[in-house]
């Protein structure tokens, strides 16, 4: 599913008028036509209800006038709120604006403060409201006027149905402008916007409903959107059918560095979620001491013991072994609850740069590489860094708010700089690649926020990887079946207290449910 920025969304509205030829006018009816559908779809009582349009005098109003009158053709009773005057409407918007006039639906001008206070106690009576007043393309903050009629809105905590975009949110970021409407529901056009689907814009959206206004296709081509949203048809051609003839050898072989003294549970999670994945064949290795800990609680995976340099920790002197132990793999994943020692640190970052495997970093790998980012652009084979917005401020030297306000930005930015695939974890999983793109992750909730989930999705990735899925699409995949598991486990167990291992042993009922869909 593709997702559109603003400016993107601007360019193919603009070529299909000026290019294919279909009138804007013509748009905007389709806009307001499938919005009225959806309407009524989330609120089949409203012939009961008192409805009101607040518009602002451009196209997003434009929008707004013509779900009034459909209402209005419909036997809705239905009022307009313009927050400007009439004769400063114009273009599409105008003709819409001029139409209702015959239909007979009330057209109140509150242009400014003062006629507001004149209207005030009216439109607090109403008890639905549609939202027209700004839409996409918004990038300062909301101010005066119009921050006064948004939060007087949210104030009456009355059900708001958004046009396109709840007012005052950012189309690009998902960031509330200032103030922004908080919709119950929002109707987009044509393509979702990538800030309906990132926190905090999904709160601010509500039910989502992307209408068809009649982009045609090929433009939407040439204009090149960049960002996608992750679904279950997106991820399943690339998971691999088995042959009848498959064996343990022939569907890949994971080698994980990971655990010290006190986090073995990490690489144990790392290391079983790759099995719960598909992948035929896991080792573990891990400092010499932790290998009797570690064989204990693994039964599936084997464990290889490799040359410690502190008490349960790994060091360089490791990495003739760990070189010898990448023959015959086809994946690394290292990180895990692998400590942060300075001899560890020389260990990660001389594999990072000697490693010919793709290589899956997460936890104490990225905090090992936070001082050393330069060199994942001269590493040998294909990068993928999961780490969480604390580790993501670590790589970019930076605070965690500022990642949180922009993740998709970040994401993409780190990605293209230093040529590795990114997934950067939390609601709205974020995918971003080399060349560019960014994927949204669908799926997932908040009672993933507990301790293990991170090391599941670390060794899922790797796991896929290992049975020959592309870098890109098992960071993908990865992502979209952590989080469907982990949605199915909310739905049976509850909203939180199921733990990271019910997650990994639910992968393999998601995997099913994607390839038989």
Known sequence: MILVTANEMQAMDRQTIEDFGVPGMVLME????????????????????????????????????????????????????LLAESSSVRGDALANLKLLKPLQVPVVEIPDEGSFSDFK??????????????GTGLKSDVTGYFKEIIDFINSLEKPVFAVDMPSGLNSDTGQPCGSCIRAAATATFAYAKTGHMVLPGAEYTGNLK???????????????????????ELIRPQLIARPAGAHKGSTGHLLVIAGTAGKTGAAVMTSMAALRGGAGLVTLGAAESLNPILEGQLLEAMTVPLPESGSGTLGESAFGAIHQELAGKRCLAIGPGLGQADDT???????????????????????????????????????????????????????????????????????????????????????????????VNSTGNAGMASGGMGDVLTGLIAGLIAQGVSPGAACRAGVYLHGAAADSLAETIGPYGYLAGEVMNAIPCEIRKVLHM
């Open 345 to 439: 640190k020389k260990l990660v970052r001389k594999i990072i740069r000697r490693c010919e495997i793709p290589v899956v970093v997460d936890a104490d790998g990225l905090n090992n590489m936070a001082s050393a980012v330069k060199d994942f652009s001269h590493a040998r084979a294909p990068i993928i860094l999961t780490p969480h917005p604390g580790e993501m401020a670590r790589l970019l030297d930076t605070d965690v708010s500022e990642i949180q306000r922009n993740r998709i930005a970040c994401s993409r930015q780190f990605a293209v700089r230093h040529k590795v695939h990114v997934v950067l974890k939390g609601a709205a999983t974020i995918v971003a690649h080399p060349d560019g793109r960014v994927y």
């Open 30 to 81: 389709n806009a307001g036509r499938g919005a009225t559908r959806f309407l009524l779809e989330q609120f089949p009582d409203i012939g009961n209800r008192s409805v009101a349009v607040i518009a602002g005098r451009g196209n997003n109003g434009g929008d707004g006038f013509v779900i009034a009158r459909y209402l209005k053709q419909k036997g809705i009773q239905v009022q307009v709120f």
């Open 121 to 134: 106690s009216h439109m607090q009576k109403l008890d639905l409201w549609i939202d027209a007043i700004l």
């Open 210 to 232: 992307v209408v068809d206004i009649g982009i045609p296709p090929h433009i939407a081509a040439a204009v090149g959107p960049q960002h996608f949203l992750i679904t279950a």
